[in-house]
Nanobody, 125 residues
Framework: QVQLVESGGGLVQAGGSLRLSCAAS????????MGWFRQAPGKEREVLAA????????YYAGSVKGRFTISRDNAKNTVYLRADSLKPEDTAVYYC??????????????????WGQGTQVTVSS
């Protein structure tokens, strides 16, 4: 397992952008595939994006492809999510998560076993 802390959320107007960060503990960050997820009140948690340990493989949900970009800096033990053209329906708590990747691509929500505490993103209309 790895300890994860998200940051960068806040209030933004529709059409604006945010960059979320997820800082990880440990010495083997590059061994973990990372994902970004979100959950709005009363709704199920949804997968947004995933990135492999070496940043060669990426996955995006259709709802965010072209608007959101996942990246990582293994020297800083950090994964990022750039969210552009934000809409009110993007309002949610955003989570990052990690798995010691075992070969399946893309990983599913249930495959991730380390989770951050979440950061609130609110998009006003």
């Amino acid at each position: 397992q790895v300890q994860l802390v998200e940051s960068g959320g806040g209030l933004v107007q529709a059409g604006g952008s945010l960059r979320l960060s997820c800082a990880a503990s440990g010495r083997t960050f590059s061994s973990y595939a990372m994902g970004w997820f979100r959950q709005a009140p009363g709704k199920e948690r949804e997968v947004l994006a995933a990135i492999s340990g070496g940043a060669i493989l990426t996955y995006y949900a259709g709802s965010v492809k072209g608007r959101f970009t996942i990246s990582r800096d293994n020297a800083k033990n950090t994964v990022y999510l750039r969210a552009d053209s934000l809409k009110p329906e993007d309002t949610a708590v955003y989570y990052c998560a990690a798995i010691k990747y075992g070969g399946r691509w893309p990983p599913g929500l249930a495959d991730f076993d380390s989770w951050g505490q979440g950061t609130q993103v609110t998009v006003s209309s």
